[in-house]
């Protein structure tokens, strides 16, 4: 696994969990990432920044969808999104765990994050995925696409069928 900083003790109580490529790992194999990305709330955006340069890192730069990068000397950078979505409360209340024990998006809303972004390589973890997915499972993801981002229900339907075309229906 790929080491992730111990962000507990620089982000203090501070709600956070992760997303981007670790975050794949609490539910498949991890893929290789550059950087390590955490989402948190868009309110303790401010609060955040100011400990993480108390902690010696630098600040890299804003990002233009919300939230910040930070770097510590030679480490991966750390991409901040911050948002405030409706349902961000309750899922920074109740992270999944992922084998090193660190809080993780749940995977409803990781995908929902990643249909959101709509990268290339966010579409391929989406499909990755939903082919571990169990069908009952795959419903909960689809009513909250359906709750939150009704206008990617066509592109989640698509990305069920191209996972079961290439890894097999779960």
Do not use: C
Not at 37 to 63: E, N, V, W
Not at 147 to 164: C, G, H, K, R, V
């Amino acid at each position: 696994m790929q080491p992730v900083p111990d962000l507990h003790v620089v982000l203090g109580s501070l709600r956070w969990v992760l997303v981007g490529g670790l975050a794949l790992r609490a539910y498949m194999p991890e893929r290789a990432t550059l950087d390590v990305a955490i989402l948190m709330h868009a309110d303790d955006a401010y609060t955040a920044r100011q400990a993480f340069l108390k902690a010696g890192y630098s600040f890299q730069g804003d990002l233009s969808i919300g939230g910040f990068t930070v770097q510590l000397a030679h480490e991966p950078p750390i991409d901040v999104l911050t948002r405030n979505d409706p349902w961000l409360d309750m899922v920074l209340r109740q992270p999944v765990r992922d084998p090193a024990n660190m809080p993780v998006l749940a995977r409803p809303y990781l995908i929902l994050l990643k249909l959101q972004a709509g990268r290339t390589q966010d579409l391929a973890d989406i499909q990755r995925l939903l082919a571990l997915t169990p069908p009952t499972e795959r419903q909960q993801v689809r009513q909250v696409v359906e709750q939150f981002s009704p206008e990617f229900l066509e592109d989640f339907d698509a990305l069920i069928t191209l996972a079961d075309l290439e890894f097999g229906v779960s």
